[in-house]
T-cell receptor, first 113, second 113 residues
Framework: GQNIDQPTEMTATEGAIVQINCTYQ??????LFWYQQHAGEAPTFLSY????GLEEKGRFSSFLSRSKGYSYLLLKELQMKDSASYLC??????????????FGRGTQLTVWP | EPEVTQTPSHQVTQMGQEVILRCVPI?????FYWYRQILGQKVEFLVS????????KSEIFDDQFSVERPDGSNFTLKIRSTKLEDSAMYFC???????????FGPGTRLTVL
């Protein structure tokens, strides 16, 4: 089975930094994706971690610890348009089920002016 | 930039009717997926498809559901006899490889009355 835990809601102000944590337990694991989803829209890809450590991509960074079943998404220099739901999505091990994503409930981030 | 497209954007149907949701994956992608998201809930995996056959399906994907790649570009999800609880946003996704990034289409909002 799988269990994905991330905070339901977070708030921050423009220009600030926010860290969204995710812990997961999955029956097989290959890597972990973070997606952004605005209300009523499709998830859009933000980052992918397969090795332990930090992946930086502009204002967004993502960290993974495979041994701890833990990841976080770091958003810097927050902008109003960053208000969205952020989805932690561990990916099943390719030896068992190719490419299946398990999504958490998402963290609804609200950025205030 | 290539993107996944889905039609229709909205579909309203009566309970018991059949619906077909259509997707055009990104042209060089080989792996196709359907996910659904009931309003206010998490994104849930339905099925993955590769090499003209189902790779994996979830417990949600029962005998009422089927998928098909009728030609070189379309990928369809059919629900044979819709139920009220099938009302959801249905997302198609595609990836180049089995564990590569999955790119999501804009979704079809299905409402069953």
């Amino acid at each position: 089975g799988q269990n994905i835990d991330q905070p339901t809601e977070m708030t921050a102000t423009e220009g600030a930094i926010v860290q969204i944590n995710c812990t997961y337990q999955t029956s097989g694991f290959n890597g972990l994706f973070w997606y952004q989803q605005h209300a009523g829209e499709a998830p859009t890809f933000l980052s992918y971690n397969v090795l332990d450590g930090l992946e930086e991509k502009g204002r967004f960074s993502s960290f993974l610890s495979r041994s701890k079943g833990y990841s976080y998404l770091l958003l810097k220099e927050l902008q109003m348009k960053d208000s969205a739901s952020y989805l932690c999505a561990p990916e099943a091990d390719r030896g068992s089920t190719l490419g299946r994503l398990y999504f958490g409930r998402g963290t609804q981030l609200t950025v205030w002016p | 930039e290539p993107e996944v497209t889905q039609t229709p954007s909205h579909q309203v149907t009566q309970m018991g009717q059949e619906v077909i949701l259509r997707c055009v994956p990104i042209s060089n992608h080989l792996y196709f997926y359907w996910y659904r998201q009931i309003l206010g809930q998490k994104v849930e995996f339905l099925v993955s498809f590769y090499n003209n056959e189902i790779s994996e399906k979830s417990e949600i994907f029962d005998d009422q559901f089927s998928v098909e790649r009728p030609d070189g570009s379309n990928f369809t999800l059919k629900i044979r006899s819709t139920k009220l609880e099938d009302s959801a946003m249905y997302f198609c996704a595609s990836s180049e490889g089995g564990t590569d990034t999955q790119y999501f289409g804009p979704g079809t909002r299905l409402t069953v009355l």
